[in-house]
């Protein structure tokens, strides 16, 4: 699903103008990327959560020629999806990741 297709669901289902739709679409995405730009977490109850992951620096191979090389530190989006959501798209609970 495109966020235009996403727009056209919730236009539909809520008498909306797909314009108006894509407008909230962008809003909530918009107030996402920025929560997490502030190294904040996003909790959407029955849904997930979105956070950030810091990864540290690190030494690695490039597979190629066998050179060394540095991994320069990077932050990186994650999302983990809630017990629900996992019920919902039929996931055992108790699988990996799952706490």
Do not use: C, W
Request: charge should be positive; glycine fraction near 8%; aromatic fraction near 4%.
């Amino acid at each position: 699903m495109t966020k235009a297709d996403l727009a056209r669901s919730i236009a539909k289902k809520h008498n909306l103008t797909q314009k108006e739709a894509a407008r909230v679409v962008d809003a909530i995405l918009e107030a996402i990327s920025e929560t997490l730009a502030q190294g904040k977490k996003v909790e959407l109850r029955g849904f997930g959560s979105f956070s950030v992951k810091k990864r540290p620096g690190r030494k690695a191979r490039n597979p190629k020629t066998g050179e060394r090389v540095y991994v320069p530190p990077k932050v990186s989006p994650t999302f983990k999806a809630s017990k629900a959501l996992k019920t919902l798209l039929g996931e055992p609970l108790g699988a990996v990741g799952d706490s």
